[in-house]
């Protein structure tokens, strides 16, 4: 079953506008990571947060997350074209739980130029 | 991707005949994963593997073997193929259990269809 469910499915933003995909998921994480995938490539890891971290940067990432609400934000700043992607959240479950990452469905984000 | 190679990319083949599929790392992590890619679902896992020899049932493991002789190779075999089994294929590599600092490193996939 899966873990993380993004929110939006999809997203399309014109080049330039911030994009915020969103994560929820259902059990107790020791961290989250988001991660991106172009078409027909693998994942590509972009972003890790602890479960005891609450905002974290990097260059135009900033994820947020909310363990009392099960949530995690992922928002790209001044998007480009080369940003048109799907998004995946995927969590780490503390407490002995799935002994792989748990991936959500994804968001697919198409930047319009 | 660097350090993990994923063969073939794409193949056909018949219900009922067995596929193996390889994914070759060079980066010398001790973990390694096999994942399916379907519509609507996401990615799943398939099995993983902790070391040489060792090997675990992930969520969707049924229909599904590995094997790992060596640290740099991951097995996944389809002992009789059937047309719910096509999907793509990743394997993953990691340098400790769930990613870590660094997370999974993927490979390209490989695009198998049943037919």
């Known amino acids: ?113 | 991707d660097a350090g993990i190679t994923q063969s073939p990319r794409h193949k056909v083949t018949e219900t009922g005949t067995p596929v193996t599929l390889r994914c070759h790392q060079t980066e010398n992590h001790r973990y390694m994963y096999w994942y399916r890619q379907d519509p609507g679902h996401g990615l799943r896992l398939i099995h993983y593997s902790y070391g040489v020899k060792d090997t675990d049932k992930g969520e969707v493991s049924d229909g599904y073997s590995v094997s790992r002789s060596k640290t740099e190779d991951f097995l996944l075999t389809l002992e009789s193929a059937t047309s719910s089994q096509t999907s793509v294929y990743f394997c993953a590599i990691s340098e400790s259990t769930r990613g870590g600092a660094r997370g999974y490193t993927f490979g390209s996939g490989t695009r198998l269809t049943v037919v």
Not at chain 1, 49 to 75: A, M, P, Y
Not at chain 1, 90 to 113: N, R, V, Y
């Open chain 1, 1 to 113: 079953s899966q873990q993380g469910e993004e929110d939006p499915q999809a997203l399309s933003i014109q080049e330039g506008e911030n994009a915020t995909m969103n994560c929820s998921y259902k059990t107790s994480i020791n961290n989250l990571q988001w991660y991106r995938q172009n078409s027909g490539r693998g994942l590509v890891h972009l972003i890790l947060i602890r479960s005891n971290e609450r905002e974290k940067h990097s260059g135009r990432l900033r994820v947020t997350l909310d363990t009392s609400k099960k949530s995690s934000s992922l928002l790209i700043t001044a998007s480009r074209a080369a940003d048109t992607a799907s998004y995946f959240c995927a969590t780490d479950e503390s407490g002995g739980g799935a002994d792989g990452l748990t991936f959500g469905k994804g968001t697919h984000l198409i930047i319009q130029p």
